[in-house]
């Protein structure tokens, strides 16, 4: 990624396995910037509007599941949408549901990507590897 070494992502993702297996192939794919992960949508929100929250806004993206303990993707990527200090972050929803209504709802809410994670384990590394490519030619605001 451009600045990559400035670029936080924040991944949340309730399945170890899952973030695990994410971060591993974000690897493979050359990305080399921290990721940060948390594991339920309220961790996030604390994450991005609790304490010091504000002041790392400005070289974040976020990779979110929807389907969340506590509060869901849904709701995170509706809150984050609608408050002007987080509006513009890039949000990449990673999760297990093709639904067309889903994806729509999220288009809908502001989401930058969808991406549907395969069931395959083979499938599912392959599409975060093809992910890991992707981030490395998107650019990212500079401030928020």
Same mark, same amino acid.
Do not use: Q
């Given at each position: 990624?451009?600045?990559?070494?400035?670029?936080? @992502?924040?991944?949340?993702?309730?399945?170890?396995?899952?973030?695990?297996? @994410?971060?591993?192939?974000?690897?493979?794919?050359? %990305?080399?910037?921290? @990721?940060?992960?948390?594991?339920?949508?309220?961790?996030?929100? &604390?994450?991005?509007?609790?304490?010091?929250?504000?002041?790392?806004?400005?070289?974040?993206? #976020?990779?979110?599941?929807?389907?969340?303990?506590? %509060? &869901?993707?849904?709701?995170?990527?509706?809150?984050?949408? /609608? &408050?002007?200090?987080?509006? %513009?972050?890039?949000?990449? #929803?990673?999760?297990?549901? &093709?639904? /067309?209504? $889903? #994806? /729509?709802?999220?288009?809908?809410?502001?989401?930058?990507?969808?991406?549907?994670?395969?069931?395959?384990?083979?499938?599912?590394?392959?599409?975060?590897?093809?992910?890991?490519?992707?981030?490395?030619?998107?650019? @990212?605001?500079? $401030?928020?």
């Amino acid at each position: 990624m451009p600045n990559s070494h400035e670029v936080t @992502i924040l991944l949340v993702e309730d399945d170890a396995g899952h973030a695990r297996l @994410i971060e591993k192939n974000l690897r493979r794919s050359k %990305v080399c910037n921290e @990721i940060r992960t948390v594991r339920d949508g309220a961790e996030a929100l &604390d994450y991005l509007f609790g304490d010091g929250g504000p002041a790392r806004l400005s070289s974040l993206l #976020v990779l979110l599941d929807l389907k969340l303990p506590k %509060v &869901d993707g849904y709701e995170v990527l509706e809150r984050m949408k /609608a &408050d002007e200090r987080t509006k %513009v972050v890039p949000v990449i #929803v990673l999760t297990t549901t &093709d639904d /067309a209504r $889903e #994806v /729509a709802r999220c288009y809908e809410l502001g989401c930058n990507v969808y991406v549907t994670k395969p069931v395959d384990y083979e499938r599912f590394a392959e599409a975060v590897r093809s992910l890991g490519l992707f981030l490395s030619v998107v650019t @990212i605001p500079e $401030e928020v």
